[in-house]
């Protein structure tokens, strides 16, 4: 399904979207993107995976799985209660994250406050802002600032 050029979609169950996705807001319960995302709005979901390059201004969810394949993703505001930020090839570059739990590799990161944070290779965040565990899984990841006193930092490598 490609979709162009639309000001709002929404669904009510689950729903898979691939292509060049070109939206203003998204609303749904479950929902899949495969392919070049762009939304200047929101995206709005409990569950979301999302597969590509792209770019997304406000993120709110309860667990997000975010992959970038042969593109860049670009983040502006991300709120979850767990994300799992993934960059492969190409970086995910985030601006700011709110959650409970987040893990990250490949991914780039201007702002973060997470009670859990789980580092992978090439993290490069500037600012930890709210923190209570830290969990480093190799050695190449960069915090510029701790702005916060972890109760605990663990080195799982």
């Known amino acids: 399904m490609n979709i162009r050029e639309e000001d709002y979609y929404e669904c009510f ?19 899949v993107l495969i ?8 995206v709005v979901s409990d569950n979301l995976v999302i597969v590509g390059g792209g770019f997304i ?14 593109k860049p993703f670009i983040l502006n505001r991300v709120y979850c209660k767990k994300a799992y930020i993934i960059g492969t090839k190409h970086p995910v570059i985030v601006k700011y994250i709110k959650t409970d739990e987040a893990y990250l590799t490949n991914t780039v990161v201007d702002e973060i406050e997470s ?4 580092v992978n290779r090439r993290v490069c965040i500037s600012s930890l802002k709210k923190c209570i565990e830290v969990v480093f899984k190799t050695p190449y990841c960069w915090i510029e600032e701790l702005n916060c006193k972890p109760f605990q930092v663990l080195f799982e490598y």
């Open 13 to 31: 169950n689950e729903d898979i979207l691939t292509g060049r996705i070109n939206l203003r807001n998204i609303k749904c319960p479950s929902l």
């Open 35 to 42: 392919g070049y995302t762009s939304v200047k709005g929101i």
């Open 57 to 70: 201004n406000f993120l709110a969810c309860n667990r997000c799985l975010i992959i970038s394949h042969s």
């Open 115 to 118: 009670n859990r944070l789980i």
